[in-house]
């Protein structure tokens, strides 16, 4: 085969473009952003999913009495067993005017009993945080389920009229999805920190949980269906 000029050009520049850090450095941050996409997809699709389905799903007015939400799609099972970092998902909260909801925060979810119980090697997680006392709490750069809050598993159905005692006094309600099956599960000892990489991805330069969910920050356009869910199925629009 005979090679042209134009072909060693372009070969030149390949090699050129591969050695280059600036370059290299473009293509893992285009990566990360298509990861963080896909992320914020799925935690739409999941939310959409069990807040769609009244009869097995999470009760409304619980959605309408939470202060934030926490989702976290494709919860790794075999990552858990060994300890590793396993789940990555988003926190949003309540705008501070209570209309709306907030930017999406980048969160890792890590150990403690995540409900595989119900089946399956991948685990959808929802954990709705009832009290505002919990937020600050949450936001922090490590924050333990049940130890740094109470938590209990969440009632499923149309209406939360299925609370216990316990429910209605616990600061973090907690749910589980897998294979189909969904239903209310404990979190506890399952430990929640900032994922740093995700908003550096959403926001284009280093931003904290805090900043993001209770400030002023414009959601980015990849957020925008699971912000819509979250609208569509709450109907508070002010706090009482």
Known sequence: MRVTKLMLAAILVALVASS???VRKS???????NDT???????ADVLGEILG???????????DKAACAVVVPNVKKGAF????KYGRGFIVCRRKSGRDWSAPGGVIIEGGSVGFQIGGSETDVIM?????????????????????????AGPVGRTSSAETDAQLRAQILTYSRSRGLFAGV????????????ANKDMYGQPMSNKDVVLGNV????????LIAALNRYSNRRARG
């Open 128 to 152: 709705l945080v009832m009290n505002e006392g919990a937020i600050d709490k949450l936001l922090s750069s490590k924050f333990t389920v049940g130890g740094d809050a109470s938590v209990a």
């Open 53 to 63: 389905a009244p009869d097995k799903g999470i009760p409304h007015d619980l959605l």
């Open 186 to 197: 404990s979190l506890q000892g399952a430990t929640l920190r900032p994922d740093d990489d």
């Open 37 to 43: 996409t896909k992320r914020l997809n799925a935690a």
């Open 20 to 22: 280059d850090p600036w």
């Open 218 to 225: 414009k959601p980015p356009p990849a957020a925008a269906r």
């Open 27 to 33: 293509a893992a941050r285009t990566k990360g952003d």
């Open 81 to 84: 067993i060994v300890g590793a």
